[in-house]
């Protein structure tokens, strides 16, 4: 029966966001079970992968905005997280936006 629960989380992933890989769906798993928010160089030692694969993973789960071949300015991410630096400008802490806490709710919803 947890199998079943399982895989209705994945086809409302699959029909709210699109495909999206195993290592974003842990990623944002781990940033939405932060109270606020999770500092990326946490989530590096949290996951055990490399700054690149994380920054790389966490501008997909963000807005990214890139330029397609016609010039035109296309988002291309989820748009699941955003982030901000700390105080310092160091550090920059992750953390789920509005759609982001909808789709980790309903997930939560259904895997009860």
């Known amino acids: 029966m947890e199998v079943m629960k399982f895989k209705k989380a994945i086809a409302h992933i699959r029909t709210s966001i699109g495909e999206m890989p195993v290592q974003q769906i842990e990623m944002f798993c781990h940033i ?3 109270e606020n928010q ?6 590096i030692r949290l996951m055990g992968l490399p700054q690149g694969t994380i920054s790389r993973n966490v501008s997909r789960l963000s807005n990214k905005l890139v330029q397609n071949v016609k010039g035109e300015t296309v988002n291309i991410g989820y748009g699941l997280v955003d982030s901000e630096l700390d105080g310092t400008g160091k550090r920059e802490n992750l953390f789920l936006t509005s759609k982001g806490k ?5 997930l939560q919803t259904i895997l009860k």
Do not use: G
Request: hydrophobic share 45%.
């Open 102 to 106: 909808k789709l980790y709710s309903t």
């Open 38 to 43: 999770i500092a990326q160089v946490d989530l």
């Open 32 to 34: 939405a079970e932060q």
